[in-house]
């Protein structure tokens, strides 16, 4: 590569935005799309799909990233020696279009380590091309749910020996990474945030305190029993609020606590998916963001409600208590009801002693594609050497 040329950069990613699940992985696309500001990016995906005949290549810019998407056939009754060959051939015929495209890479920039780690081991060894990794997985975490099975710890060790930096997005998962029996080295950079759309809000103090939850509302997860079971305490004590939870439905076991806690329906508000653009004025508009999660890992939506200058409550779990400090926020002990009532009633009542301009200055200086992108490219130059 000449020095005075951009860097040529392969983002691997095994989740990634695509027709069957168009979310997926978005804060990777944000990523790549940080990164493209300052250098070349072409960014890879494979997904097997039931409607797929034969493998389908779909190329897309956006946003200044070359995209590459592949669709392979999906069949349950396939051993796992040829689901392996055919991801691995679809890859492969990915990575054959935007070698047609640019020619080389300089570097892979894997995200979520397994499988695609595979693919970006089978480019170090055919091409020497050094790979960098980025991991946003719960799954690393002792708390979750979900735990690696025998084959995963196999490849994940073997991916993880020829990688050539760590970047987690948290150091709670850094540490995750060195109780697995990696050693790095390590550099801890965040998710990113488009603060062009996350802007600084508009609030009046004098009117109802507004509380924002946005989430999946998986209860497993994001703890909603625990989040009504609060409002109901609250609306107990103080009348001068109102809740908007936003997400996916909410079903019936929802409805069924609403009623049982006997939920003024004028205190809580609750919509279904919106778009980001939504999120935004949402959050622009309230005053304290909720967040009460069981496990998590470096949660977009408390960067994004940090730049637009909300207060945020939080659990202290995963990169959460990385995130929150008395400038921003509260944060409890995940499960502790008792805790967040009383931390919720203390930020209600001294809401204008937070500063949301500075709230979201901090947040900008950490978050914004700028600062995010500039640290990988940073990366990517230290591992080429």
């Known amino acids: 590569m000449n020095p005075r040329d951009k860097l040529s950069v392969l983002f691997l990613s095994s989740w990634y935005p695509n027709r069957l699940l168009p979310k997926n992985g978005n804060f990777v ?7 493209a500001r300052i250098a070349k990016v072409a960014s890879l995906h494979v997904i097997s799909d039931a409607n797929a005949k034969d493998f389908e290549i779909h190329t897309e810019q956006k946003k200044g990233v070359y995209e590459v998407l592949v669709y392979y056939p999906k069949s349950a009754k396939w051993r796992a020696l040829k689901k392996y060959r055919m991801y691995m051939e679809a890859h492969r015929r990915g990575y054959a279009y935007i070698q047609a495209e640019w020619g080389s890479v300089d570097i892979t920039h894997l995200h979520v380590i397994y499988p695609a780690g595979l693919f970006a081991m089978e480019l170090k060894k055919k091409y020497n091309i050094p790979f960098v990794l980025t991991e946003h997985w719960t799954a690393w975490l002792p708390i979750t749910p979900y735990k690696f099975s025998a084959i995963e710890r196999y490849f994940i060790r073997k991916i993880g020996a020829k990688t050539a930096i760590f970047c987690p997005v948290s150091e709670d998962l850094q540490n995750a990474f060195v109780h697995f029996g990696f050693d790095g080295p390590f550099r801890i950079i965040p998710n990113v945030v488009d603060i062009d759309t996350f802007k600084l809000g508009t609030r009046n103090l004098d009117a109802l305190i507004k509380i924002l939850h946005v989430s999946t509302f998986k209860d497993d997860h994001k703890n909603i029993s625990g ?23 909410f079903g019936d076991q929802y409805d069924e606590a609403i009623q049982s806690l ?16 939504e999120v935004a004025r949402l959050m622009g508009e309230q005053h304290v ?15 994004e409600a940090h730049c637009t200058g909300m ?20 944060i409890v002990q995940a499960r502790d009801e008792e805790a967040l009532f009383a931390k919720l009633n203390l930020v209600m009542d001294s809401l204008a002693d937070y500063k949301p301009e500075k709230i979201r200055e901090i947040a900008v200086t950490r978050y914004s594609y700028k600062s995010v992108g500039e640290a990988y490219v940073k990366v990517y130059q230290e591992a080429l050497g």
Do not use: W
């Open 29 to 35: 696309q944000k990523h790549a799309q940080a990164v």
């Open 227 to 249: 989040i009504l079971r609060v409002i109901a305490r609250l609306q107990e004590q103080r009348n001068d609020f109102e809740v908007t939870m936003v997400g996916n439905k």
């Open 262 to 277: 006997d939920i003024d329906k004028d205190r809580l508000h609750i919509q279904g998916e919106v778009s980001t653009a």
């Open 289 to 303: 963001f909720l967040l009460f999660s069981h496990y998590e890992n470096l949660p977009c939506v408390i960067a």
């Open 311 to 330: 207060v945020v409550a939080g659990s202290d779990v995963g990169g959460t208590r990385e995130m929150i400090d008395t400038r921003n926020g509260v």
